[in-house]
């Protein structure tokens, strides 16, 4: 059974970093994609950035990109989404999601109904 633990969440000030993990189980082989969703009050959960693990192939919203790394571990089976230049903006829970078999997603990789499997969140808030 596939299993996710987000983590890493905190309080930091504008312009710091964090590193959130998602460590995962339960795969039987690397053909799956993990996707890291976040949640601000008030608002839908949207698609943050993702890894397609077999692939290599990562994905970005824009409104992250060049501020924020996805990265896999693969001897620790761990997703990490490194935070940089943060922004009060970028506060809200994060949640870790996994979808098997996500060549079918490409572009997709933002579409939460696609995916299986979901961690608890982490909240992440920025203060000015």
């Known amino acids: 059974d596939v299993q996710l633990q987000a983590s890493g969440g905190g309080l930091v000030q504008a312009g710091r970093s964090l590193r959130l993990s998602c460590a995962t189980s339960g795969f039987t082989d690397d053909d799956y994609a993990i996707t890291w969703f976040r949640q601000a009050p008030g608002k839908e959960r949207e698609g943050v950035s993702s890894?397609?693990?077999?692939?290599?192939?990562?994905y970005y919203a824009d409104f992250v990109k060049g501020r924020f790394t996805i990265s896999s571990e693969n001897g620790k089976n761990t997703v990490y989404l490194q935070m940089n230049s943060l922004r009060p903006e970028d506060t809200a829970v994060y949640y870790c999601a996994a979808v098997l078999s996500p060549r079918h997603l490409g572009s997709g990789w933002r579409i939460r109904r696609a995916y299986d499997y979901w961690g608890q969140g982490t909240q992440v808030t920025v203060s000015s």
């Open positions: 890894i397609f693990k077999s692939l290599g192939t990562t």
